[in-house]
């Protein structure tokens, strides 16, 4: 019986603009276009849904909050917008989520802050620490 083990790595700085990367299997490259938050669209829910505030079903039109929220799988994830670059066809733009790095909570909290600071437009990139 052999066991798998999942090598996590913190990420404490963005990918750069322009730069080319390798996926972590190697199966293909991708150029970074930038980072992005991955949002979860609530009006794809089924109707009748769960309230995210209730254990109660109610229509669609009744929802209560945001209709966008943070995508509770990628929240901890880096997440950028790419090109995907594979041989003998043209690059196709994405969204990719490297789920093999964590964010640190300093990081975390720059790509999901739900502080009024974060919508300046000078906060372009996270605070060199």
């Avoid at 039109?61 to 041989?87: K, N």
């Amino acid at each position: 019986m052999s066991s798998v083990s999942y090598l996590l790595t913190d990420t404490d700085s963005l990918l750069e603009h322009g730069s080319i990367q390798t996926s972590s299997g190697g199966q293909f490259s991708f150029r970074v276009i930038g980072p992005c938050c991955r949002l979860f669209d609530r009006e794809e829910l089924p109707w009748p849904c769960s309230r995210l505030a209730w254990k109660s079903k109610e229509p669609s039109w009744r929802r209560i909050g945001c209709r966008f929220v943070p995508d509770i799988a990628a929240r901890r994830c880096p997440t950028y917008s790419v090109e995907l670059l594979q041989p003998g066809s043209k690059p196709t733009s994405t969204l990719l989520t490297l789920f093999a790095n964590r964010l640190t909570p300093s990081m975390q909290e720059w790509w999901y802050s739900r502080q009024p600071r974060s919508k300046d437009e000078s906060n372009c990139a996270p605070l060199a620490v």
